[in-house]
């Protein structure tokens, strides 16, 4: 009973039935104990859980999503990281894992990479932008310098480094609103932060 437990995290052995699978033997690697402790982790927890189980199908190779999910839920059970910047780097970083990795190195549109400032993130173009051809592009957000650069690390940090900074409030607000958008906007699913009770 433990090992099916919400949230827990172990080896199964399981054996495939005539319409199921059936559960042979386990071991509990991780139950993020924190996390049932604590309302506010647990509604984030569960918030990541939902989207992760709207993208990924049975018998499917996920195993970088896998890790995502559990360094997220890491983060999430054993430290005191901003609950909304963990959330929104999940968010981002799941994208990229899924094909929708935004691009980061010249403006989405014009192509150019040098002498620009990319101070706006275009949903329509699927990247940064410049200031020139953001102001062709009504639904682009301008962000600030700490933010852009969130955004590129983010895209490119290795798994274990993923959560190994922090922003601004400021910031935090801007990656968090490109982060939910972008996430909805592919995923074509209105995604909220729902309260348990």
């Known amino acids: 009973m433990a090992a099916t437990q919400f949230l827990c995290f172990g080896d199964y052995v399981i054996y495939q039935g005539a319409s199921s699978y059936s559960i042979n033997s386990c071991e509990v690697n991780e139950v993020f104990y924190n996390l049932r402790i604590d309302l506010d982790k647990l509604q984030y927890a569960t918030h990541i859980t939902k989207i992760i189980n709207d993208v990924t199908d049975e018998n499917q190779n996920t195993y970088k999503i896998l890790q995502l999910f559990l360094n997220t839920l890491y983060v999430l059970s054993e430290t005191d990281k901003d609950l909304d910047l963990t959330i929104s780097i999940f968010k981002l970083k799941l994208m990229c894992l899924l094909g929708f990795t935004p691009i980061i190195d010249k403006c989405s549109n014009c192509n150019q990479s040098e002498n620009v400032v990319l101070n706006h993130f275009s949903f329509r173009d699927n990247g940064l932008k410049c200031e020139a051809c953001s102001r062709q592009d009504k639904g682009a957000i301008e962000i600030s310098e700490a933010t852009m650069t969130a955004i590129k690390y983010i895209v490119l940090a290795p798994p274990k480094k993923l959560f190994s900074f922090n922003l601004s409030e400021q910031a935090t607000k801007e ?9 909805n906007e592919k995923l074509d699913k209105e995604y909220k932060l729902e309260k348990l009770f």
């Open 175 to 183: 990656l968090q609103i490109i982060s939910n958008l972008y996430l």
